[in-house]
């Protein structure tokens, strides 16, 4: 079926081109989601609108006054993981993006189109949550800003409006963080997760405060873990709050199966990898996140 691939080269005239009532009018970011969709037959457009000539501020790396990250959402995540402002900043996302498939993908790929497509198994949602990261939102009837946690609001579905386009990703300074993300794939080290663990968390005098404990790939969408989180807020950690954290969020997770893993292997990955993460996050020292 043919379908027509429109160039806009501003916001305001990509929004223009959308439709909020027709999903086979999309936009068409890294196109490594989208393209695999139509050669399955799954997706047929109707138009695509390129975001590739839409604007600087989508392009861009930048660092605020206050020390926060804004990164725009056609960034792509080979040039995302090399940007110095990441590696001084926040090396979490950096480490998480040299995992995240090939580079292959990761050359193509953009922090928009990953965020937006909201596939579960995704790499960097759980890591911006953990994080306390936010995103800009734009569309004909203005911006707004919405935390990364919810805006996916199942599989592969998000808070987006079909008129409305992520434009950036707001990453608040991450000051004395410590965090990680680790991952377990099931068949090559490339490969999509079956789960991902991100957390984070302030480090007062090595007590923790603020813990965040994210779920990713094991769950219907990145979901953070509150019951495993108060069991190590307020306390320094030790291999038995470890050991703790990690039982209590496999009990507290609602884990789904698919073909990386059952239910069962996967609340068993949870509270090991859970426990992991926290280890790895505490050995950074004083390293900013
Ligand atoms: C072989 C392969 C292996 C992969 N392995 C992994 C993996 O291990 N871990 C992982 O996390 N990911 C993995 N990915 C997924 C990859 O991260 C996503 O395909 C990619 O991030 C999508 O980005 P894109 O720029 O290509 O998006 P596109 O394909 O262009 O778009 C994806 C979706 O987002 C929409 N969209 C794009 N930009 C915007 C925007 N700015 N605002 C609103 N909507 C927008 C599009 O309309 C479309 O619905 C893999 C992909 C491939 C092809």
Redesign the pocket.
Known sequence: MPFDLVEPSSLGEAFKLLDPDDPAV???????????LMKSGFFRPKRLVS?RAAGDR?ARVRVEPDGALRIG??VR?AALERAPELRRRCPVIGHTLRT???VR?RN???L???L??A?P????PPVLIALDARLVLAGPRGERTVPVDGFATGLYETQ?KGD????EAIVPPAGGKRAAYVKCTTRSA????ALGVAVAWDDTGGIVKSPRIVLGAATEKPTRLAMAESVIAGHGLDDALFARAGAVAAEEAEVVGDARGSVAYKKQLVKVFVGRALRAAQARGGAPA
């Open positions: 999309r936009p068409l970011a890294g196109g490594t989601a989208l393209m695999l975001l989508l959402a056609m995540l995240l498939s090939n993908v193509v790929a953009t928009g189109g990953h937006a497509h596939d198994h995704s790499d960097l987006c409305e386009l992520i434009v490339d490969d999509w997760p």
